[in-house]
C-alpha cells in the first residue's frame, strides 16, 4: 500500500473510528481492541457445545482479527474454530482457505463449510492456540459437525495432552 493511503487509513481508524476496508491478502495495521493472544498448550480441556444463543460457543467458528505471528501489530480478520471458554475469553484455532496447507504436519483438513461463502477447503491449525476476548469477535460463521470437532479433539489430545 503506497504510504499516501497508508498515511489516510491511519487517520481515519484514529479520527473516524470507521473500519478500513481490506482488500484479500492485505496486511492490516495494529493494534485492534480484541487481538488474540497465544495460549500455552498444556492444560486445556476441550469442549463441543454450540448454542445458538448469539454467543460464541466451543464447536462455533467465528471471525475475528488475528495478530500475524511474525508482526504482531498487524494482522487480518479470519475464521476462528473455537474450542474452549474460560469466561469471557475463548479458546480458538485459526482456519486458512490456502491449499498449501494440505499435508503439513501442524494443520488439519477440516474441508468446506458455511463459514466460507465460496465453499472452499480449509484447514485448521493445531499449533497455535489463541486467547480471544469475547468482545473480540465480529460475527458466527457457522457450527461444526461433532464429527469434524471429535476429530480434531482428537488431535489436540495427541500432540499436546488436552484433556
Known amino acids: 500500500m503506497p504510504s499516501v493511503w497508508k498515511n489516510v487509513a491511519s487517520r ?59 508482526e504482531p501489530t498487524e494482522g487480518k480478520d479470519r475464521p476462528v474454530l473455537v474450542v474452549g471458554r474460560r469466561g469471557r475469553t475463548l479458546l480458538g484455532l485459526m482456519l486458512s482457505s490456502q491449499h498449501e496447507r494440505d499435508g503439513q504436519w501442524n494443520w488439519f483438513a477440516l474441508g468446506p463449510g458455511g463459514w466460507d461463502r465460496e465453499q472452499r477447503p480449509s484447514w485448521v491449525r493445531l499449533d497455535r492456540v489463541l486467547e480471544v476476548p469475547e468482545s473480540g469477535i465480529r460475527r458466527e460463521g457457522a457450527v461444526l459437525d461433532r464429527s469434524r470437532f471429535d476429530a480434531i479433539a482428537g488431535q489436540l489430545r495427541g500432540r499436546h495432552g488436552w484433556a
Do not use: C, M, N
Open 12 to 70: 481515519l481508524r484514529r479520527f473516524g473510528g470507521r473500519a478500513v476496508p481490506q482488500l484479500p491478502g492485505q496486511r492490516v495495521p495494529g493494534p485492534r481492541p480484541a487481538t488474540p493472544r497465544p495460549s500455552p498448550p498444556k492444560g486445556r480441556h476441550l469442549v463441543y457445545a454450540p448454542q445458538l444463543d448469539g454467543r460464541a460457543d466451543p464447536g462455533e467458528i467465528v471471525w475475528t482479527w488475528v495478530a500475524y505471528e511474525d
